[in-house]
C-alpha cells in the first residue's frame, strides 16, 4: 500500500468522534517526550486548539518525560490551571471550564525509574493533583500508554532510537500517529509501513520538511515524481574543513534558524539530519532514493517542495516554527489558526537556494546510501550517529569525527536485507558498543 494514499485517505476528526467510546467530542492526544522541544511546543498547541476550535476539545490525556521531572510536572500544573483544557465544546458553552480531574493528564510515565526516586518529587506530584495510581514509570510504560484505547491520536516527540517501540506500538494499535521521532523510520521504516498498511492506522508527518511535502500532495492529489528537501545548511554552511574541525558543542549548537533539542541540533550542524530526513521521506512517501534531491536554503521559509510528473513545483513556506506541522499533523485535513507567528512579504526579506556541498558534508552521500540499500543499514547507523553525537556532547571525540565513525561502523557490519524488529534491535545494541569500541570510548 502507498504511504502517501494512506495518509492522504485518512478520515477526518468529525467521522473519528462516532467511534471513540462514549460519543467523546474531546480528543485524548499522548505526548510521548511532553518536555521536550517538540513535546512543550505540542501543549501550547493544545491549548490553542482549545481556546480556538469550535469543534472539538483537545485534551492531553498522556504525558512522558525522561529526566526532566521538574519540566513534566511544570507542564501539568500548567494545565491544571488551564480551564478550556480537556473539555469539548459542550463543557465550554453550558458550563465555561470543566471538571479539573480531566485538566490533569490520566497517565504520567517517567520512562527513567532512577528521575523520580527523591521525596520531594513524589510529594510535587501529589501536590498537582496526581494520583499515584496514574503516574507509571520505566519505558514499558511509554508503550502501555501507546496502545490504550482512551488514545485518539500519539504525538511521538521521544528522541533517537528510544521512540521506536512506543511509535510502533501504536501504528499496531491503529492509531493516528503525528511522527516527529524520525529515528522511527530511519530504523525500521519498511517494517513501520507494512504494520501501517496491516493496521490501518495513519503517520502523519511533524518533522517540518516532509510536512511541507505531504502538504503539497495532499492539496494537488496527485504522486510526486520528485521531493527536494530543503535544509538550512545549520551552524557550520560556509565553515570551513579545519573550522569544523576545531568546533565545540558549543559552537555546533547553535542553530542559524530552529531552536531545538541538542540531538537533533548537532544532527544539523553535520547535515545527518538531512540524511535521516532522506531515508525518512523515502519510507513516509514510498519514493526511491533516486526521486530525492536536497538544497540549501539558509532561511528555513521553504520547508520542502515537490515536482510532479508535469515538471510543476509546489512548496510550503511558512516561519521556522514546529507549532504549524505539529498542529496540521493533528488536525488535518482542517486548518485552524495557529499560534506560530506570519510570515510578512511586505517586509524586505530574501529566500535563496543554493546546491548541497557534498564534500564538506559527507553525511548527505550516506543519507542516499541508506536509503537505497534500505535493510539493516538504516539502524546500524542511527545508532552509530546516537553514540558519536553524545561522545562530541561530551568531548570525547572531535566534531569531524561523527559521521566518518558513524560510515565506519556501517561498512563493518554485514548487511542484511529483511531484518525482523528484535534483529534491527539485536543490531542497534551492535552498532552502539561497536562506535565505542572504534572511538576507544569502551568504559
Ligand atoms: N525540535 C524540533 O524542532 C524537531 C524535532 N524533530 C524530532 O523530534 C524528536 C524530538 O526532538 P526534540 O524535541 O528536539 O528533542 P528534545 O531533546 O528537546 O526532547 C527529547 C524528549 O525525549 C525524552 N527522552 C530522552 N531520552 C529518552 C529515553 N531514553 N526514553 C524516553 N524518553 C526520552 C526527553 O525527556 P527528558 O527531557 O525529560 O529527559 C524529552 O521529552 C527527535 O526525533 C527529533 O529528530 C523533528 C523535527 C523538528
Ligand atoms: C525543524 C526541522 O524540521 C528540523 O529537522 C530542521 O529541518 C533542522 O534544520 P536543518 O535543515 O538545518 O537540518
Ligand atoms: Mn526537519
Request: hydrophobic share 40%.
Amino acid at each position: 500500500m502507498d504511504l502517501s494514499e494512506s495518509v492522504t485517505n485518512y478520515q477526518p476528526a468529525e467521522t473519528d468522534s462516532e467511534n471513540r467510546p462514549q460519543n467523546r467530542s474531546v480528543t485524548n492526544v499522548a505526548v510521548l517526550g511532553t518536555t521536550g522541544s517538540i513535546g512543550t511546543a505540542t501543549v501550547d498547541v493544545l491549548q490553542n486548539l482549545n481556546r480556538l476550535d469550535p469543534q472539538s476539545g483537545w485534551r492531553l490525556w498522556a504525558a512522558s518525560g525522561h529526566r526532566n521531572v521538574d519540566g513534566l510536572l511544570e507542564i501539568v500544573e500548567t494545565l491544571a490551571a488551564d480551564p478550556d483544557h480537556g473539555s469539548s465544546p459542550i463543557d465550554r458553552g453550558v458550563t465555561p471550564g470543566c471538571n479539573d480531574s480531566r485538566r490533569i493528564p490520566e497517565r504520567l510515565v517517567f520512562s527513567d525509574r532512577q528521575a523520580v526516586s527523591e521525596p520531594s518529587a513524589l510529594d510535587r506530584l501529589g501536590r498537582a493533583g496526581l494520583d499515584r495510581s496514574n503516574v507509571r514509570f520505566g519505558p514499558d510504560a511509554l508503550v502501555d500508554v501507546a496502545r490504550a484505547d482512551e488514545v485518539d491520536v500519539l504525538v511521538a516527540a521521544i528522541v533517537g532510537r528510544a521512540g521506536l517501540e512506543s511509535t510502533v506500538a501504536a501504528v499496531e494499535a491503529g492509531k493516528r500517529v503525528a511522527l516527529a521521532n524520525k529515528e522511527t523510520l530511519v530504523v525500521a521504516g519498511d517494517l513501520v509501513q507494512k504494520k501501517l498498511a496491516q493496521n490501518g492506522g495513519a503517520l502523519l508527518p511533524v518533522d517540518s520538511e516532509h510536512s511541507a511535502i505531504f502538504q503539497c500532495i495532499a492539496s494537488s492529489h496527485a504522486k510526486p515524481r520528485k521531493l527536494i528537501l530543503t535544509a538550512s545548511g545549520g551552524p557550520f554552511r560556509s565553515a570551513s574543513k579545519s573550522a569544523m574541525a576545531a568546533a565545540t558543542p558549543k559552537d555546533a549548537l547553535a542553530h542559524p534558524t530552529w531552536q531545538m533539542g541538542p540531538k537533533i541540533s548537532i544532527d544539523s550542524a553535520t547535515m545527518m539530519n538531512k540524511a535521516l530526513e532522506i531515508i525518512e521521506a523515502r519510507w513516509l512517501f514510498d519514493v526511491s532514493s533516486d526521486q530525492i534531491e536536497v538544497v540549501i536554503h539558509p532561511q528555513s521559509i521553504i520547508h520542502s517542495m515537490v515536482e510532479f510528473v508535469d515538471g510543476s513545483v509546489l512548496s510550503q513556506m511558512s516561519p521556522p516554527d514546529m507549532r504549524m506541522p505539529i498542529q496540521y499533523a493533528l488536525t488535518y485535513p482542517r486548518r485552524l489558526p495557529c499560534p506560530a507567528p506570519e510570515l510578512d512579504f511586505r517586509q524586505p526579506s530574501e529566500l535563496t537556494l543554493e546546491p548541497a556541498d557534498l564534500d564538506r558534508f559527507p553525511a548527505l552521500a550516506l543519507g542516499f546510501e541508506v536509503a537505497r540499500c534500505g535493510g539493516t543499514a538504516g539502524a546500524v547507523v542511527n545508532a552509530a550517529n546516537e553514540v558519536a553525537v553524545e561522545l562530541f556532547l561530551d568531548e570525547k571525540i572531535r566534531f569531524d569525527q561523527i559521521v566518518p565513525t558513524a560510515r565506519k561502523v556501517l561498512e563493518c557490519h554485514t548487511f542484511e536485507p529483511s531484518p525482523t524488529l528484535s534483529r534491527l534491535l539485536e543490531l542497534d545494541r551492535w552498532a552502539r558498543q561497536e562506535t565505542r569500541l572504534c572511538t576507544g570510548n569502551v568504559d
